[in-house]
Nanobody, 119 residues
Framework: QVQLVESGGGLVQAGGSLRLSCAAS????????MGWYRQAPGKQRELVAS???????KYADSVRGRFTISRDNTKNTVNLQMNSLKPEDTAVYYC?????????????WGQGTQVTVSS
């Protein structure tokens, strides 16, 4: 069984910063891509940022230059540093990981953490 546990969400004023963290635990042989998604009320879940095991990153256009994703392969963690936050960044943020178990790999999700940016 694999679990992803997120932390770091909260309420912040526009222009402020937050740091999200996610730790994976369980029967993990390795982790391929890790990422952060978000879902605002009435909208579909969207990719915010992702990072490969080798450190290659990808960002949504709306957050590029403001958010930074990083990971620690030794600790099975992924972080999202969010700066210059805007009210439109308000959403539930979900951590994701493609975990290698045995001969296959499987996608897992965290429970979500609320980020609210006030204007």
């Amino acid at each position: 069984q694999v679990q992803l546990v997120e932390s770091g969400g909260g309420l912040v004023q526009a222009g402020g910063s937050l740091r999200l963290s996610c730790a994976a635990s369980g029967s993990i042989f390795g982790i391929n891509d890790m990422g952060w998604y978000r879902q605002a009320p009435g909208k579909q879940r969207e990719l915010v940022a992702s990072i490969t095991r080798g450190g290659r990153t990808k960002y949504a256009d709306s957050v590029r230059g403001r958010f930074t994703i990083s990971r620690d392969n030794t600790k099975n963690t992924v972080n999202l540093q969010m700066n210059s936050l805007k009210p439109e960044d308000t959403a539930v943020y979900y951590c994701s990981a493609n975990v290698v178990i045995g001969v296959g790999s499987y996608d897992y999700w965290g429970q979500g953490t609320q980020v609210t940016v006030s204007s």
